[in-house]
């Protein structure tokens, strides 16, 4: 009976490759936009409108593009360079953050306007997930893919795990204006990262 055999996790040699330390930096700055926009949405929300049905409206706005969007990432991951893709999803949800925290800072803020740039965003985030899934294998050994996997995820938590920590400051001294234009902010850090990640462009069907 054949047994499988793992490879032992490396970091050294994970730590090692410049691309993944890119792919890290950019995981961790861009939850710690999103957790931040996630909480600071819901608060002002809720102090809005003294509505927890509204709130779970925002939450629903958020998730049910993973439902269907995936469908068609999944066509597109497959033919465009991923890296590329990263970019741009990067770049289209933190231009409409950005666009959401100017109308705050004018005052003009209304439910519709943090609805319509959940939906963005959520539906950018379904498929941004599977994009960067797929990219970070382009950029580690393969033998090391669990360790990789790992670290990522590290990554993410840390990222929320922060956000969490410093939105409640964050949000009492810059309002929801401050805390959207953190978070698209974020966005642009990221795909620079992505950006870096390596050079030119590659094609998903050649590595198949």
């Known amino acids: 009976m054949a047994t499988a055999s793992a490879h032992r996790v490396d970091w050294n040699l994970i730590w090692a490759q410049r691309g993944f330390r890119y792919f890290f930096v950019a995981m961790f700055v861009s939850l710690f936009g999103s957790g931040m926009n996630f909480a600071g949405v819901s608060w002002y929300i809720l102090a809005a409108t003294h509505s927890t049905v509204k709130v779970s409206w925002q939450v629903m706005v958020m998730t049910l593009p993973g439902l269907f969007v995936p469908f068609l990432g999944g066509v597109l991951i497959d033919r465009i360079d991923r890296r590329y ?6 770049l289209v ?3 409409f953050v950005l666009l959401t925290a100017f109308i705050a800072w004018r005052g003009q803020l209304q439910l519709w306007h943090l609805y319509g740039m959940t939906l963005i965003t959520g539906t950018g985030s379904a498929m941004y997930w599977a994009t960067v899934n ?10 090391q893919f669990t360790g990789a996997n790992a670290a990522v995820l590290i990554g993410v938590q840390s990222g929320m795990l922060l956000a969490g920590a410093f939105v409640g400051f964050l949000y009492n001294t810059t309002g929801i204006a401050g805390i959207l234009a953190i978070d698209g902010a974020t966005y642009f850090v990221s795909a620079f ?3 870096r990640l390596r050079s030119g462009y590659v094609s998903p069907c050649d590595r198949r």
């Open 134 to 143: 797929a990219l970070v294998q382009e950029v580690i050994p393969p033998s």
């Open 93 to 95: 949800r933190g231009f």
């Open 193 to 195: 990262c992505l950006h």
């Open 85 to 90: 893709l990263g970019v741009m999803l990067d």
